[in-house]
């Protein structure tokens, strides 16, 4: 079945189990976060109402909260609370946390204050006038405040995703990363339809009167309380190991899709982003993830590659691939984007991935050092033939092949150099290889076939039985359908691999993938 | 039964109350007149302890106020603010109930003194389910009223209670305030600017200025001996209208010609001259006869009532 032709909504009911996990997750995060962020918030902002002294640098501080970007926030909770739903239940209620003070702060200073007089006058204590008075006419704006927590929390939920919490988000980022619109619709659409459902359903609650307004006053904790254990209902099982896939890997036929159809193999997964995923694995968080095989972080936190002995992941063979009419306009490109060719082996990028994830030098200075050791290097011509634009994706082997490529096309040509690196995803990258922003980027031949090719499996099992035919194929087809050309290979092979920490992968004796299948169906 | 003495208030700078005394005897009915900003909503507010004095004491049937738990104090007097300060979120009944529910009184009996007073205060039933901004300005004010007196504390304070209203509405409560048989039970303190209605209402009146009493007394004592030229200046405008209110037939019994004769109707002697004049004048009668405590009846012409009006200014002048 070609995957181009797939509907929307044949997509939804193929995937509806999966749609329906995340949708509950995505509604138990939204709502488990501002729950507590209800039973944080109002009783700060009855506070702040009684010491309006202090109501300047409290609603200070929550403001402040809320202009952190959301992926910085949920970045800075992971070192302090791990992955998963923890930190990004704490992410969410920060955000949640304004609206819901300042309303309740406004809502309760804005109360007449002749009726609160009257109230105190007619002999009702504190808490009374609290409870009967206070919180009663300020509900209309407080459940405006906890609306627009909610529809915040909608939206910022969907990135809960990247620290393995779940939600609509695995949908999305998996749908960007894998350049499937269906599967970016199946988790926006029912992210912007609940936001818009509870937005509809909250504004019908700010609009009932006094009466049936102290009825929803009561009815209202116990909603969100239902509705937050919807979080819980899809994680009820566990296992032997946990696995942590990114997005993408969840999605492909050379990923999660290939270890269920080809091993057999069943692991309690959850979804995550790469950023954090090695150092959950290293953290014992997870105990196997989907990595890639050159990756620097491989080494810096001891993790080992299981063999693929079924031989499900293709190969992934980097190499530059040009626009022919750059080539044309720049002659000596060609050559000199070779110089590089058959230079990088495995364990070379990873060591040169190593340096920069690990060690944190720059990818200038391990470019630099390594076309040095190489004797490759030469200082720039300063030459002004022309500007060459480079892509790279947003991981650090990119960013240190795009360096690697700048220096050598400065040093060996007259053309000067612009780059833009950080390109999102495959999708992103590659529109902008065809839409003529970028001139050449280094893709990998894996990638070539499944993401941008989208090859039917009947190819993709004729191709992938070793590394030539595959380049080969892509060749061909780049060439043929959209006048782009794949130089020569660079030498490395950074394949999907699944990979667990040294130690427990030798204590458990597992080597093979299908080793790990057998443990894990043991009793 | 409430003594006020030697209260001082001071917000920051501002002398608010500044040493007043006064006292206020069971069932009487006390005005504090004056100007806006004299003091008069401040010295209020210190008898439920809504505001604390700066110094000086107050006592309700001796006992000292800031002795008392401050919610049982207050639920034991009658407040009726200003803008009426119902709760726009309760209903009127509940509005209503709201101190007999402070008080624990159960469901009937809160029904029952609700009806009675809707009755006394010409509200029909309907009105129990409605919420306060379904109501008219005047209906809001009965509403007040209603719920400072449902629980029948024996102190009522009020802040301008009418204030809001425009004349004829005004004039109208203030009848029916004035024959309502709850408050003659009363012992009242009432806030007012207006001079006409502290003449209509009070017994006695403390005419205030800048946060101390100028002069306290019956509304004659200010008209016929005022303590200086500022009492004088106070009244002069509507002079003529406040005597009439100010004194009553009884003071001049001795001044008005004797006509012995037996009638079944006659007006009480205590009625003032305004009230008199209203009924020789609306309803075109020749005379009116009234009576006094010992039973004597005289019949009166306008012309007699007036000359006897004359004779008592001299002689107090
Ligand atoms: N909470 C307060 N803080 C500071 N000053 C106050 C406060 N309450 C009253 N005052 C000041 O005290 C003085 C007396 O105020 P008060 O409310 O008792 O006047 P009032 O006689 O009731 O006037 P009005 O007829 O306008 O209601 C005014 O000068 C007022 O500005
Ligand atoms: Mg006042």
New binding site residues.
């Given amino acids: 079945m070609n995957e181009r032709q797939q509907t929307l909504l044949e997509f939804m009911q193929q995937q509806s189990d999966k749609l329906a996990v995340q949708t509950l997750q995505h509604i138990g995060l939204t709502f488990i976060s501002l729950f507590i962020a209800v039973l944080i918030g109002l009783p700060l902002g009855i506070f702040i109402a009684r010491k309006k002294k202090l109501s300047g640098s409290v609603l200070g501080v929550a403001g402040i909260l809320q202009t952190i970007p959301s992926i910085a926030l949920l970045g800075f909770m992971i070192p302090i609370l791990g992955i998963g739903a923890k930190p990004a239940i704490v992410a969410l209620l920060l955000y949640a946390l304004l609206p819901i003070i300042r309303n309740t702060y406004t809502g309760i200073t804005g109360v007449d204050a002749s009726v609160k007089e009257a109230a105190v006058a007619m002999g009702m204590s504190k808490w009374q006038i609290l409870f009967k008075v206070e919180l009663p006419l300020a509900m209309p704006v407080i459940l405006a405040g906890i609306r627009t927590a909610t529809v915040i929390n909608v939206g910022v939920a969907t990135l809960a995703s990247y620290i393995a919490a779940g939600g609509l988000g695995e949908f999305i980022f998996g749908g960007i990363s894998l350049n499937n619109t269906n599967m970016i619709l199946a988790g926006a659409i029912p992210a912007a339809l609940l936001a818009i459902i509870f937005d509809f359903l909250l504004s019908l609650i700010q609009k009932l009167n006094f009466k049936k307004v102290r009825r929803v006053a009561y009815a209202l904790p116990v909603l969100l309380f239902l509705l937050s254990s919807l979080y819980f209902i899809p994680s009820a099982y566990g296992g032997k190991l946990t696995a942590g896939f990114t997005p993408e890997f969840m999605g492909r036929q050379d990923g999660n899709l290939g270890l269920e159809s080809k091993y057999g193999l069943k692991i309690h997964t959850i979804v995550i982003s790469d950023a954090v995923m090695y150092k959950a694995a290293y953290e014992k968080q997870l105990d196997v993830i989907s990595g890639y095989s050159t990756d620097g972080r491989l080494k810096a936190y001891g993790l080992v590659v299981l063999d693929d002995d079924k031989g499900i992941f293709p190969p992934y063979y980097a190499a530059p691939i040009v626009r022919e009419d750059a080539l044309r306009k720049f002659p000596e490109l060609e050559k000199t984007l070779n110089l590089l060719s058959g230079k990088i082996n495995d364990s070379v990028m990873t060591d040169l991935n190593y340096r920069t994830d690990y060690l944190h030098q720059s990818p200038e200075r391990v470019a630099k050092d390594f076309l040095v050791v190489h004797k490759l290097w030469k200082t720039s011509r300063e030459g002004n033939g022309g500007i060459v634009r480079i892509g790279s994706k947003i991981f650090g082997e990119q960013y240190i092949l795009a360096n690697i490529y700048s220096m050598l096309i400065k040093g060996y040509t007259n053309y000067n150099v612009s780059t833009k690196t950080g390109l999102g995803g495959t999708k992103i990258c590659f529109d902008a290889l065809t839409n003529d922003q970028i001139d050449f980027y280094p893709e990998y031949t894996g990638t070539g076939l499944l993401a941008i090719l989208q090859a039917s499996p009947k190819i993709i099992t004729e191709v992938t039985k070793n590394k030539d035919s595959t380049y080969n194929y892509v060749q061909q087809e780049f060439k043929k359908r959209y006048q782009i050309k794949w130089l020569k290979p660079i030498g490395f092979n950074n394949a999907y691999a699944l990979m667990m920490r040294e130690q427990q992968a030798k204590s458990l004796n597992i080597k093979t993938i299908s080793s790990l299948k057998r443990y894990l169906n043991s009793k | 039964m409430i003594k006020v003495d030697s209260v001082s208030?001071h917000?920051?700078k501002?002398?608010?109350?500044d040493s007043i005394s006064f006292e206020v005897q069971e069932q009487e009915n006390l005005i504090?007149l004056?100007?806006?900003?004299?003091?008069?909503?401040?010295?209020?507010?210190m008898i439920n302890r809504l505001?604390e004095p700066t110094s000086g004491n107050i006592f309700i049937n001796g006992k000292n106020i800031a002795d008392e738990q401050p919610e049982t104090l207050r639920r034991s007097i009658g407040y009726v603010l200003?803008n009426n300060g119902l709760f726009p979120h309760y209903t009127v009944a509940e509005n209503i109930a709201i101190v007999p529910n402070l008080l624990k009184w159960d469901k009937k009996k809160t029904e029952n003194r609700t009806a009675e007073l809707m009755e006394k205060l010409h509200l029909t039933a309907d009105y129990l389910h409605v919420y306060p901004n379904e109501l008219s300005g005047g209906q809001q004010q009965r509403i007040g009223l209603a719920r400072a007196l449902v629980s029948d504390p024996p102190v009522l304070l009020m802040?301008?209670p009418f204030g809001a209203l425009d004349n004829v509405t005004r004039a109208n409560i203030q009848k029916e305030f004035k024959a309502l048989d709850e408050l003659t039970r009363k012992t009242i303190i009432m806030?007012t600017?207006d001079v006409q209605e502290a003449f209509e209402l009070g017994n006695r009146i403390c005419l205030?200025d800048k946060?101390t009493i100028i002069q306290s007394g019956t509304p004659a004592d200010l008209l016929f001996k005022p303590a200086n030229k500022f009492v004088k200046d106070f009244l002069e405008d509507q002079r003529l209208q406040l005597e009439f209110k100010a004194i009553k037939l009884i003071d001049l019994w001795p001044l008005l010609p004797d006509h012995q004769k037996d009638k079944a109707h006659a007006l009480p002697a205590n009625t003032d001259i305004w009230s008199a004049l209203e009924l020789l004048r609306f309803h075109n009668a020749e005379t009116i006869d009234i009576r006094n405590e010992q039973n004597e009846i005289k019949t009166i012409g306008f012309e007699q009532l007036m000359s006897a009006f004359n004779q008592y200014k001299n002689k107090q002048a």
């Fill in positions: 208030k917000f920051g501002t002398k608010a109350v504090l004056g100007t806006s900003g004299c003091g008069k909503t401040t010295t209020l507010k505001i200003q802040d301008e806030v600017h205030m946060g």
